[in-house]
């Protein structure tokens, strides 16, 4: 096993090449993701139609909770960003070398683990077509699941029941106690 170490720009001599303040920083547009995802659902709790007999904590706490904490990691990301910015790791470190040597010509050549991405994506589509018919409770766990695959996990099997628990201990936080109704899917009648 070896040790990671990260990689500022900072921490290489880059020939004289020009450097932009974008260079190293282009993963601001996660913030921007977690801010504009934020604003979205900010803007869904503020024209939410609540009972005026609601119960506290309601069901706007939750949401507002998420909302807070995502503004709040989209600013202290940015700022991780911003004071440190960072370039791409790479497999082969003789390649690294040679990418910061013409960072004024083009700049670094970046790596996407597409079989992620698709684990990720497909994920979040089979979630989409899947929640209607097999309710919450599956289709959450089947999203946990692939987004778990997604980042590499080596444990498959104990994914799904951990997805799988989680799942049904969010369906009875959200049914039980904000009485917010999630789908029970069509194909157990409407309910478990």
């Known amino acids: 096993m070896t040790a990671h170490t990260e990689t500022h720009l900072d921490d290489f001599d880059t020939g004289g090449a020009q450097q932009s303040w974008w260079t190293g920083r282009s993963g601001l547009i996660f913030p921007g993701i977690l ?3 934020a604003s979205y659902l900010l803007y869904g709790q503020l024209t ?4 005026p007999d609601t119960d506290p904590p309601g069901p706007g706490f939750f949401p507002g909770a998420i909302i807070a904490l995502l503004y709040l990691f989209a600013v202290l990301l940015a700022i991780g960003i911003i004071r440190k910015p960072q370039l791409p790791e790479d497999v082969h470190s003789d390649l690294r070398t040679a990418e910061i040597s013409v960072l ?3 700049g670094p050549r970046w790596y996407s683990d597409w079989s992620r991405v698709a684990w990720a994506v497909g994920g979040f589509v089979a979630f989409i077509l899947l929640l209607q018919p097999l309710g919450w409770i599956i289709a959450a766990g089947l999203l946990f699941w692939t987004m778990a695959r997604a980042f590499a996990s080596p444990t ?3 994914d799904i029941l951990v997805s799988l ?7 009875l936080l ?4 904000l009485s917010v109704n999630l789908p029970a ?3 157990f009648g409407g309910g478990i």
Request: aromatic content about 12%; charged content about 5%; glycine content about 14%.
């Open 35 to 37: 801010a504009a995802s």
């Open 48 to 51: 939410m139609d609540v009972a």
């Open 104 to 106: 004024g010509q083009g």
């Open 156 to 158: 498959p099997v104990r």
């Open 165 to 171: 628990t989680f799942s049904s201990v969010l369906y």
């Open 174 to 177: 959200f049914a039980g106690l």
């Open 185 to 187: 899917g069509s194909i």
